[in-house]
């Protein structure tokens, strides 16, 4: 959502252009609904574990925001490796066990 000279306008990505046959600049109306619904994260087992393992690490997660708590899951579950995944856990769980969200 943007404002410019007063007026309230609501970007649309490429994708969504192409798929409703909308060229960049065309006035639409659109209908917005508020989205209430929790955003929830589901947290791999292997990364509650460590969490659990470390309290601070679970506070400093279980505070963060939906965004945050989402960008630390998607690192571990975007590791291609078992390796990579276990270091990833590592480096978030200090992270969060120093107090920081990244």
Known sequence: MAVFGGVSFVGVSAEN???SG???G???DVDIELDTEPREVVVPAD???ALDAEPN?????DGLSYSNRSWHVLSIN???TDETRRRRIGK????LREGRAR
């Open 47 to 49: 990364f509650a574990a």
């Open 78 to 80: 975007g590791a291609k």
């Open 17 to 19: 252009r192409a798929g």
């Open 26 to 28: 065309d006035e639409v």
């Open 92 to 95: 978030s769980v200090e992270m």
């Open 57 to 61: 690490a679970r506070t400093t997660f």
């Open 22 to 24: 909308v060229a960049g």
